[in-house]
């Protein structure tokens, strides 16, 4: 009778361990085919949004281009990422000041003109607004005439 006890501990302990480490052989496999996949569907996806050159060109679609200033490169990605145009920025250092030129393409027409057309509004409505640096200067001017012994100079102030 403890023979038989015995014998069946040992199986017992032997079909648990082949269950386990089958289990764990399964749940890698299982995450491999899955870790595969993930990379199989990253691969296959266009790349959006900012990119080189290369990738641009290589999607098989028309590309246009346009020369922009530097102080425009943020606005421009702003309105690119907001309408998904697909965009690559390439600085010509041959020229002083560099000089640099923006390629681009949207699957939609309608979406590279309205994200033009916003671009250009911002930067219609940047040229627009004074300055604050002006306008202070103009109140600056007027309460030097409206006040004249209240404005403090520095020049006056180190002398003494």
């Known amino acids: 009778m403890q023979e038989e006890v015995e014998n069946r501990t040992v199986n017992l302990a032997i079909s648990t361990t082949k269950l386990t480490f089958r289990t764990i052989v399964n749940g890698y496999n299982a995450w491999k085919r899955h870790h595969q996949a993930k990379v199989a569907q990253k691969t296959s996806q266009l790349p959006v949004g900012k990119q080189s050159i ?59 003109t309205s994200a033009f057309e916003e671009f250009t509004n911002r930067k219609l409505k940047a040229k627009e607004k004074p300055s604050i640096l002006e306008q202070l200067d103009k109140l600056k001017e007027l309460v030097a005439t409206i006040l004249p012994d209240k404005v403090r100079h520095k020049s006056q102030e180190r002398d003494l």
């Open 54 to 112: 290369k990738e641009l060109i290589g999607q098989n679609q028309g590309v246009s281009s346009i020369p922009i200033e530097k102080t425009d490169l943020k606005g421009f990605e702003q309105v690119a990422r907001k309408y998904g145009v697909d965009y690559a920025i390439t600085k010509d250092q041959n020229v002083i000041p560099p000089k640099y030129t923006v390629f681009f393409k949207a699957k939609d027409a309608d979406a590279l």
